[in-house]
C-alpha cells in the first residue's frame, strides 16, 4: 500500500468504523412493546439437532479442535470484511479456507446490521454459506448451504418471538419434486414467570425413510365435570418389504401403549404374529400380550 500526505489545514479523515455482525439466529431482538415478564422467554431454536442431514448442527455446542490453528480476519469496509484460516492438525482436517462476510444497512441495534451473507471455502472446493435476514424484530431468517463434491445439503429457518412466545420452523434438504426432506417446529409458550412449556414436531419424507413417510397423530381429552384433561401422541411406523407394522402411545398419565405386527410373508397362509405392551410406571401396571392372526 503507498503513503499518502495532506496539508496542516486539512482535517484528517475519520477512522473506518467497524463491521457490524449480529449477534447467533437464536437471539432475536424483544419487541418495545413486550411486558417485562416476558423478556427472558428462553429462545426456542438452537442448532443441537444430531440429523445428519441437517447442516450446521450442534451450533451451541463448542467446536473443539486439535493442533496449531491460525486466523486472520481483515476488515475492507464498515460492511465487508475477509478472512484467512490455516489449521495445521491431522490429514483428515488440515487445510486452507477463505471466508468473506458482509452486513447490509438495515440496523435494529449498534450491534445488529442485516442483511448478513457469510461464506467460506477450502482448496478442494468445498463451499459453506449462510444468508441471515430480519425482515422484522420478532422475526429472523436464515438459509444454510453445504456443496461437497457433488453432494449438496440446505436448510431453511424462521424464528418468531412473541410477547410470551417463541417459535420455529426448520425445513431440511426440501425437494420438491421428489417430494422428500425434513420439517421441524418448535413452539415454546411463557405459562408463569417461571415456566415455560412447549413441543417439537418432525416430519420426514423420502426413499431412504421405511414406508415413505412417518404417520404421527395427537389428541386431548377433557372432561369438565370431573376437572381432568388428557393429552396423548400416537406413532405408526410401517416397513411393507418386512410386513412390519409398529404403533405406539404416550399420554400425560405417564401411560405408554405399543404394538408390533409382522406379516409372514414367506407363508403362503396369511399370518401375522402380534406383541403388546401396556405400561403405567406411576401405577405400577404393566401387561404384555401375543397373538396370532390367520386370514
Known sequence: ???????????????????????????????????????????????????????????????VFDGGKILI?????????????????NPMTSGYRFGATYAGTKQFSPQE???????????SGNLNANIIHAFTRNTLSRFVAQFQGDKMNTQFVTDFKGSSYTASITAANPDLINASGIVIA?????????????AECMYQRGGQVPGGQIAVGAELETSAGMGEAVASVGYQQEIP?????????????????????????ESQIPITFVLSAFGN????????GVGMMLG
Request: proline share 13%; no cysteine; net charge neutral.
Open 73 to 89: 480476519s481483515k476488515p475492507l469496509s464498515s460492511h465487508f470484511q475477509i478472512s484467512h484460516s490455516l489449521i495445521l492438525a
Open 1 to 63: 500500500m503507498g503513503n499518502s500526505t495532506s496539508s496542516p489545514a486539512s482535517a484528517p479523515p475519520p477512522p473506518e468504523s467497524p463491521l457490524i455482525i449480529p449477534p447467533p439466529p437464536a437471539q432475536i431482538s424483544p419487541a418495545p412493546e413486550q411486558s417485562p415478564a416476558s423478556t427472558d422467554l428462553q429462545t426456542i431454536h438452537k442448532e443441537m439437532s444430531d440429523n445428519k442431514n441437517i447442516p450446521n448442527k450442534n451450533e451451541l455446542f463448542p467446536q
Open 241 to 265: 418389504n418386512a410386513g412390519v407394522n409398529f404403533k405406539g402411545l404416550v399420554d400425560t398419565n405417564l401411560t405408554v401403549q405399543a404394538t408390533l405386527e409382522k406379516k409372514m410373508l
Open 113 to 123: 446490521a442485516y442483511p448478513v451473507i457469510l461464506g467460506d471455502t477450502d482448496i
Open 186 to 198: 418448535h413452539y415454546l409458550q411463557r405459562v408463569t414467570k417461571s415456566l415455560d412449556l412447549g
Open 281 to 288: 410406571p406411576s401405577k405400577s401396571d404393566f401387561k404384555f
